[in-house]
């Protein structure tokens, strides 16, 4: 597996795609820490772009990439290598330059800021983390649902929804519940809806780092809550670590099934 893994990675760093992800987030950490000193607002602004494009470059990129690799992926099948230990390698050389692209071109320009002599250090590596998890979140969506449609338009069309339904369908369905129920105590629904959506997650942990869940209402005092703790903290890492570990075992379960 490590072999398959060190060529899809080495493959993947050399796609210009990478440069160009990488160079994205370098012009616009650059862009943000030249127009305000304070790197808090800085992360704050980082967390809505990496919110949002993350999850799309990670399922979009993680689809196109299966697709693309499906014959390279056939030839190794017929080696005498198991299922899993290709998939395995094919999807965390992926996975791995996905985030490597991301938090070097966040990093470098902060490094240069002098973020990491700074106070908000703890909230800017958290911000890293969750960038990476959301990374291996959705290109794991992304390679579940390639494996499991061989149509290429069914499959992107699949992907593109998936990151709709994350990113902005969930929410409003959220919010339409507190609303239709807001005569009821809801912070048991609102905790357990939170935990159905990676994305969620990853910004609440960060909104809580920065201690501003006041500014979100009834939301963010029961997060603040429930959630404001280090109990809290440690169940939304625990939370997001089965996002990635359960859609890996999905995945590796369904190549294993796949009859190619």
Do not use: C, H
């Not at 030249?34 to 993680?62: C, E, R, W, Y």
């Not at 979100?216 to 603040?224: C, D, I, P, S």
Request: net charge positive.
């Amino acid at each position: 597996m490590f072999k398959i893994f060190k060529y899809s990675f080495f493959d993947m760093i050399r796609n210009r795609w990478m440069f160009i992800y990488m160079g994205f987030f370098l012009l616009v950490t650059t862009v943000l820490l030249m127009l305000s000193n304070d790197v808090t607002k800085v992360i704050i602004s980082l967390t809505n772009i990496i919110q949002v494009l993350t999850p799309l470059i990670g399922i979009l990129f993680g689809t196109m990439y299966y697709y693309s690799s499906r014959e390279f992926i056939e030839l190794l099948l017929t080696q005498p290598l198991s299922r899993k230990s290709v998939f395995a390698g094919v999807y965390l050389g992926l996975a791995m330059s996905l985030s490597l692209s991301l938090v070097l071109g966040v990093t470098i320009p902060m490094l240069f800021f002098g973020v990491f002599t700074s106070s908000a250090l703890s909230t800017f590596l958290t911000l890293l983390a969750m960038s990476v998890v959301l990374s291996i979140v959705f290109s794991l969506l992304a390679f579940l649902i390639a494996i499991r449609y061989e149509d290429k338009t069914k499959g992107f069309g699949v992907a593109i929804f998936t990151w709709l339904f994350f990113g902005i369908i969930y929410d409003g369905i959220f919010l339409m519940l507190l609303l239709v129920f807001k005569e009821y105590p809801l912070e048991k629904l609102t905790i357990t809806l939170t935990f159905f959506n990676p994305i969620d997650l990853a910004r609440i942990l960060i909104i809580l780092k920065l201690e501003i869940s006041a500014m979100m209402g009834y939301t963010g005092a029961v997060l603040q809550k429930f959630l404001g703790s280090l109990n809290g903290t440690i169940l939304i890492t625990v939370m997001l670590t089965l996002w990635t570990v359960i859609p890996f075992a999905l995945m590796l379960r369904k190549a294993n099934k796949k009859d190619f």
